[in-house]
């Protein structure tokens, strides 16, 4: 496997440092983070719509608008 040098700021060098688990190169770090980032953006995709359907939804935005009335009430 070939290597490549890179310049990083020290700030992110620290913040990386801290998220490196023992063990754990920076490349194997990098890969990781990259990993849990598209894991979670597709997550996010799988959820978009999913109250749509769903009475539940409207139940939730009713409560929400009476929170919200009541707090100007109560002001």
Known sequence: ???????????????????????????????????????RGKNLEELAGCLKEDNEWDQILEDIYKDRKNEIINK
């Open 1 to 39: 496997m070939s290597k490549k040098t890179i310049s990083l700021s020290e700030n992110l060098y620290s913040f990386l440092k801290k998220q490196k688990r023992k063990g754990e190169s920076f490349s194997e770090l990098i890969t990781h983070l990259l990993q849990e980032k598209q894991t």
